[in-house]
């Protein structure tokens, strides 16, 4: 079977930033919902169509097809007082707006703890990278009518995976 719109696709990746490093490697498959689903990079989605088990894929992309450029204005300096005694650099803490719904919070990573502010970032980690994904196919199903009204992979006993 060929991916196609509606399939689900199980595989196997590597994720580098520009200079070669690994940052990330999947042993286990992972499985996302083909057909503009956002459960994988577009370009990638775009680069996988009509590939078969065992096929691979190799594909660089700019940081506005991947987690977006770095934006300073996330980076905010907060008083020490609003966070717990045990705040870390690397904790993080969902936040937004005032009075903003959970759709409009962002995950924010402690940067830096002094005695009287801590710094928080809202970007993602590899926001403003430039990455490069290589996977293996390793499996290609029809969706389940429930995946696609769902949109997004159940497991074999139905459940949601997210």
Known sequence: MKIAKDTVVSLRYELFDSEGELLEKVEDPVSYLHGGYDGIFPLVEEALHGKGVGEHCNVTMQPDDAFG????ALVEVEARSAFPEEVAVGMQFEGGPEGADDEDCLL???????DDEVTVDGNHPLAGKTLTFIC???GVRPATAEE?????????EGGHIH
């Open 148 to 156: 696609m009204e769902h949109g997004h992979v159940h497991d074999a």
């Open 69 to 72: 450029e770095y934006d300073h």
């Open 136 to 138: 293996t196919v390793t």
């Open 108 to 114: 924010f990573t402690v940067v830096d703890v002094t």
